[in-house]
């Protein structure tokens, strides 16, 4: 099954906020040429598109097809009472905390990374008992990188080592067997 990770285009949010499960709406003034340029990395043949249900993935998965699929597992880390705080203005001794270990570490009132990837390995476990030959999956930057970290094998710490610009489009072939899956391109 090819599988194509679609990145939401840029939100309308000031730089320098915490917003992981924020419902942010697409910046207006970029979106459709966006759209455009996320559209022409896609093939036309996509079989079924999932997505996030928070607006900046809904909007744009809508945009794709009126018949795409709302999943919660697909949405952003939760970064709980850190949600439309400034970066700078978490509490430091908060924050390195969280640095320090924030794969299994929540942010306050949130989720840790590994809960984020559990809904991802979820979702990839349902998506794999469907007969799709492609699929296009509208998410968020933590859930690409959780996907790509399943999918390589890769330990969930060095995950955001992977540069992920809004509207970017990663391909990968999903199989049962999990040695043949692969990571293709990063569009």
């Excluded at 970066?87 to 924050?95: H, M, P, Q, R, V």
């Excluded at 270990?101 to 984020?116: C, H, K, R």
Aim: glycine share 6%.
């Amino acid at each position: 099954m090819e599988i194509y990770l679609i990145r939401h285009t840029s939100p309308c949010i000031e730089k320098g906020l915490c917003y992981g499960q924020s419902d942010i709406p697409l910046n207006t003034d970029l979106f459709e040429a966006e759209y455009e340029a996320v559209r022409a990395k896609l093939p036309l043949d996509i079989q079924h598109f999932y997505s996030s249900p928070l607006i900046r993935c809904a909007t744009l998965g809508s945009k794709f097809t009126g018949a795409v699929s709302f999943d919660e597992r697909l949405k952003e880390l939760d970064f709980g009472d850190w949600e439309l705080q400034p970066w700078s203005g978490i509490d430091a001794n908060e924050l390195t905390l969280w640095m320090s270990d924030f794969v299994n570490q929540p942010a306050l009132n949130g989720e840790s990374y590994i809960q984020l990837h559990q809904r991802t390995e979820s979702f990839i476990t349902d998506l794999l008992n469907q007969d799709y030959i492609r699929v296009g999956l509208v998410t968020h930057a933590g859930n690409i990188r959780s996907f790509i970290s399943w999918v390589l094998g890769l330990p969930l710490s060095n995950s955001f080592r992977i540069a992920l610009s809004y509207g970017v489009v990663v391909k990968i072939v999903l199989n049962k067997d999990t040695q043949l899956n692969q990571l293709l391109s990063i569009i």
